[in-house]
């Protein structure tokens, strides 16, 4: 006790001179203080719609942004050993610090009742410009998740920048890049729902050197708006072979997101001003690139007019003295018409992690809930590290917390027992009794798109990078079992040299490091992928068998 007292009056020869404040109150000690009375008023209930909550999420390495390289991840062979435990760590550190943290982070925190409605994650896609962001934030803002405050002050700062029709994106992209450039680098996420439905937006970047953000974001999706700019010129940039009008379209199907909302926005531009001539010019030419890419375009592709800048057809439907000849639906109402099949809430629990932090005292990881049921208490694993963890809180924003979520769900998850560093994305939360397998050599089916020119063979050798769900890593070809018939699968050659643009083989791959997979047949969401080569999609593929050995491709 002694020793305690001597410590808190020990004297700071370093301390900077006293200096009295004058305009400080009057020191009264809390013995002589009145007690007070203990207030009858009610809290006040957090405004849940005054600020949409947009998280921005880089989809790929911190270090390289926009090279398409694999990231490094802390496997860690065997597990480490774990850290001695301290009896009663409040006697040994001081926690004040911590517990005031945890208290601001959870202050705002509502427990929220079992929402029946489905959840679906909707990725806009599209050429650089043609308003991606606009549109996500005009939806935020109609459905009364921006509030007029807000949105001033966006309308200011753009107006300050000369670019007074960048208020409406400046929701999503809130960092000062993105605002200065006009440009969507990372992944913006933020949240909004309708009577029927809860969403939640990513807001994909459309340029070409951001193509490994748009991956990470594709791999989490349910639906895909895919805009289109009608005003001349634009569309053509955007759909020509350079744009990234094809390659995003092609990207999500392949990381299979089945569903498009075509939205073809700036009809109010004068170039168009809603004429119905340059419309069919547009949903043609989509319709038969949309059929050739494998979308179902009778039940799963529809197209709408917009207005993003102007927000006309979101929300309230078009009027006749807008556009006549359009008698289809609102673009939110034709989100909550969709459908999305095979949850497999059944099948054991998967959760891609995309992302992770520490917050409150407590470590987070995010990710969709791809199969199973995820709830406070449970008892789950991180693989491929074999960490044992228990479920702490489960989010799907930075205000409300659920007991439980079930497929389809993003989510912010607590986990107890783990720490921040041995995470990352790729990583998979699983059920204890039955983890996802983790390979390093694996069988696939490979579709070669379009190889580089000057690498123009694909070959036993070839090495590129891996987009599977949300993990990136560098695999290289071992093997090449044999070529196959593109229409009827059949085999054409075994054991083949090489394959060139168009052909479709099945091959051994070897990752860099184990990699989280599933047969593509069991759980296609974690057995399809991408193949990229210098920042460009060379091939797609599905996992088509597990466990290859080494002494098999010899």
Known sequence: KSQKRRSLFTMNPNAGEFQMTASASDFTPSWLQQPTQPSTQKPKATDLSAKPSVKKTDESSPKEKSADKPIQKPIEKPAPSPKPKVEDESKTMDMSGLEEEVAAVSENIVEAEEDDRDHLSIIFIGHVDAGKSTISGQILFLTGHVDQQAMKKNEKEAKDRGRESWAMAYIMDSNDEEKAKGKTVEVGRAHFETKTKRYTILDAPGHKNYVPNMIGAAAQADVAMLVISARKG???????????????????????????????????????????????????????????????????????????????????PLTPDICPWYQGGTLTSLLDDIKILNRMPDYPLRIPLIDKMREGGKTWGMGKVETGIVSKGQPLIIIPNNIPVEVTNIMSDDVHSFRKAKPGENIKIALKGVDEDQLSRGFMICDPKAPVPCQQRFEAQVVILDLLPHK????????????????????????LLESLDKKTGQSLKKKPDFVKNGGVVRCILEAAQPVCLELFSTVPQLGRFTLRDEGKTIAIGKVTALGAKKKSTA
């Not at 987009?467 to 695999?475: C, F, G, P, Y």
């Open 234 to 316: 634009e569309f053509e940039t955007g759909f020509h072979r350079a744009g990234q009008t094809r390659e995003h379209t092609v990207l999500a199907k392949t990381l299979g997101v089945n569903h498009v909302i075509v939205v073809v926005n700036k009809m109010d531009d004068p170039t168009v001003e809603w004429d119905k001539g340059r419309w069919d010019e547009i949903v043609g030419q989509l319709t038969t690139f949309l059929k050739g890419s494998g979308y179902d375009v009778k039940n799963n592709v529809h197209f709408v007019p917009v207005s993003g800048l102007r927000g006309i057809n979101i929300i309230n």
């Open 456 to 479: 123009a063979l694909f070959s036993a050798g070839y090495s590129a990078v891996l987009h599977l769900h949300t993990a990136v890593e560098e695999v290289t070809c071992i093997v």
